[in-house]
């Protein structure tokens, strides 16, 4: 069975500082509400429907959180949709180009027995789903999504508890010169620790320039982050802690390697490294220090490193998909 996997952008932070230099982020992808996060398994059951579970790399034990949510064609978007402080399930049923009906978000929370479903159509079809981000600084997950427009770029924010019932289709705008939707890469970044942006990532050559917009201002701000490693690099934002800028993980498979760089927006490399063998990146507040950390998966553990602080810590992988919590574009 083939999944389709959103890697989730859940980016929202505690707006409470606790010291100057690191403050406490919240976390992504944390299902327990112990304040950290945790990895999301998903693996699908006897009737092809999923299930899913997290595992805390804490204390190395898994927990099946829901059964039979979601299918072989969902887009896994789980995040704060619904409480500031804890994680829910949440996927995309998108429908094609040609569908008359909206694409379809459902949002379950995941706490042993599971909860009420809540669905709702936002969206048009052949949008591109960019999905979580928390735009106003509340803590609660926001829908984002693209919209195809010639020679524009349409952006709707869906501020998904105030219409937790409707099927609003949230607060659009047109912008002018914003990249190109189809060609550079979406994602979701906080230049300032508390509200979340869209970022456009523009790659012209060997250089790199990061566009980003706050929703729904006119102008957007850029940042020349220099050169990067040969062949494809995908961009996450990675916390350092509330009040404090994001840094940028770009992670990248050649050769048989995977590349992971870190940098700042000055575009000054914090962190790079050259993983032989890994099959994926996630990042998260899986430590109990400082800052959040850059996970390495391969085909039988997790290694995760913390690029600011060096800590280490290498666990048995979990048997499943694993589902990134932050994401970038995704073009239906």
């Known amino acids: 069975m083939r999944l389709k996997v959103v890697l989730l952008a859940t980016l929202h932070l505690s707006t409470s500082v606790l010291n100057a230099q690191h403050a406490a982020a919240t976390p992504v992808c944390d299902f327990d509400s112990d304040g950290m996060s945790e990895f999301l398994v998903v693996n699908p059951n006897q009737n092809g429907a999923l299930d899913w579970t997290s595992f805390n790399p804490r204390s190395n034990r898994s927990r099946l959180e829901m059964e039979g949510f979601g299918g072989s064609q969902s887009l896994f978007i789980p995040g704060n949709w619904t409480s500031s402080d804890q994680a829910v399930a949440a996927l995309v049923d998108p429908k094609g180009p040609g569908a008359l009906d909206r694409a379809t978000w459902k949002v379950k929370s995941m706490s042993y027995l599971g909860g009420a479903e809540v669905s709702k159509s936002l969206g048009r079809p052949g949008d591109i789903i960019i999905n979580g981000g928390d735009f106003d600084g509340n803590g609660i997950t926001d829908s984002l ?148 950390e850059v996970a390495i998966h391969n085909d039988e553990s997790i290694t995760i490193i913390n690029p600011l602080s060096g800590a280490k810590r290498e666990v048995i992988r979990p048997a499943g998909l694993l589902v990134n919590c932050i994401s970038n574009q995704i073009i239906r």
């Open 145 to 292: 999504i693209l919209k195809r427009t010639t020679g524009m770029l349409g952006l709707r924010v869906n501020y998904f508890l105030l219409s937790y019932n409707g099927d609003n289709l949230g607060k659009e705008r047109l912008y002018k010169a914003l990249g190109a939707p189809f060609k550079d890469t979406n994602f979701i970044f906080s230049p300032d620790g508390v509200s979340d942006w869209l970022a456009v990532l523009q790659r012209r050559g060997t250089k790199t320039r990061m566009l980003l917009l706050k929703p729904f201002t006119d102008t957007p701000q850029s940042f020349d982050l220099g050169t990067l490693p040969g062949g494809v690099q995908t961009p996450m934002p990675l916390k350092q802690g509330a009040g404090i800028p994001d840094l940028i993980v770009f992670s990248g498979a050649r050769g048989g390697q995977t590349q992971i760089t870190v940098k700042n927006l000055s575009g000054r490399d914090i962190f790079k490294r050259v993983i032989p063998g890994a099959s994926g990146v996630s990042v998260g507040d899986y430590l109990p220090d400082s800052g959040w």
